[in-house]
């Protein structure tokens, strides 16, 4: 990328000029006056990166024709390679091989992150490039215990990223979370039976053990 300003990945001049027509156009000014958007990974986006189980990688033909492919896996599958490099295996699939063969003649490339259970969604702007017959970096990016056999990886340079606001964002939460949620409130309300009995026998006992009145009637 060889622009000026990180942002301008984005803000175009046509982008630009509609910004000054419905009015947003001095307040990003502002932000492009400060460098535009971050182009280095901060620590807080590497932990989010981290945590994700899904990604959507956006590339686009010589035409502009644009794809959205669903990228899954569990966390860390998407790995940080460094504040300016990412990284993931390419599993096997339908063999369609839209994004890879957009990527033969266009690099320009991104990634959008959506964390639905915190309402937060980060996008990256960049360029990727496909890696054959590294044994040993597929080997690095494959998590432990994964059986999906990957096939190559994809290595992604970072331009630029940026943090939406959570609006409309609706909540959501994964499977495995949310029964393990469940698994933690069944093991708590068990608890909570058990030490009802038991306070329940020991006030029997307690009944129990109490001698007879001697009050005359």
């Known amino acids: ?6 942002s301008d990945v984005a803000f175009s001049p046509a982008v630009k000029q509609v ?17 535009g958007w971050e182009t280095a990974l901060t620590a807080d986006v590497i932990e989010f990166i981290a945590a994700q189980r899904s990604f959507y990688l956006a590339t686009a033909n010589l035409k ?3 794809y959205m492919q669903h990228r899954g896996g569990p966390p860390g599958f998407l790995r940080v390679l460094d504040a300016r490099t990412l990284a993931f295996a390419d599993y096997a699939g339908n063999r369609q091989y839209v994004s890879l063969g957009n990527l033969s003649e266009n690099p320009l ?3 959008f992150l959506m964390d639905y259970a915190e309402r937060r969604r ?17 080997a690095r990016l494959k998590p432990a215990g994964y059986k999906p056999r990957a096939e190559r990886a994809i290595i992604f340079q ?9 609006q409309h964002i609706p909540r959501r939460y994964e499977a495995a979370d949310v029964e393990a949620a469940l698994e933690e409130r069944d093991r708590r309300i068990a ?4 030490e ?3 306070a329940r026998a020991a006030l029997t006992t307690a009944a129990s053990d109490d001698p007879p009145s001697n009050t005359a009637s």
């Open 158 to 166: 970072v331009s630029a990223w940026d943090v939406n606001c959570p």
């Open 109 to 111: 490339a991104q990634l």
């Open 122 to 138: 980060v996008k990256i702007w960049g360029e990727a490039r496909v890696v054959e017959d590294d044994a040993a970096l597929l």
């Open 64 to 66: 502009g024709q644009p």
């Open 19 to 35: 910004q000054r027509r419905l009015g947003s156009r001095e307040a990003y000014a502002r932000m492009e006056s400060r460098g």
């Open 191 to 194: 608890a909570l039976e058990n």
């Open 1 to 6: 990328m060889n622009s000026s300003i990180s």
């Open 196 to 198: 009802l009995r038991a």
